[in-house]
């Protein structure tokens, strides 16, 4: 998966390092004060960062194919 952020969109409120459970660990602000990822080694995923963006910035593509089990 990886974690998509809208730099068009984003106003940098901060709201998703503040509630990702692994906060700078994954996120950082850029030069233009703006949210992006550093490295998804420790996400799990949550998608509490997109959930909590009123900007609607961020996008959590999962583009590993699943089978689902029947
Ligand atoms: S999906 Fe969860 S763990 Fe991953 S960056 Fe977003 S809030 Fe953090
Ligand atoms: S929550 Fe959304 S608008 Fe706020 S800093 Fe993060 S990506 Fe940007």
């Avoid at 998509?4 to 602000?29: A, F, H, M, S």
């Avoid at 420790?42 to 609607?56: E, I, R, V, Y």
Wanted: charged residues 35%; hydrophobic residues 30%; proline residues 1%.
């Amino acid at each position: 998966m990886r974690i998509d952020v809208d730099q068009e969109k984003c106003t940098g409120c901060g709201n998703c390092l503040e509630i990702c459970p692994k906060g700078y660990k994954i996120w950082k602000k850029n030069s233009e004060g703006k949210a992006e990822i550093i490295d998804l080694f420790f996400c799990h995923g949550c998608t509490l960062c997109a959930s909590k963006c009123s900007a609607d910035a961020i996008k959590i593509v999962r583009d590993t194919y699943e089978k689902k089990e029947k």
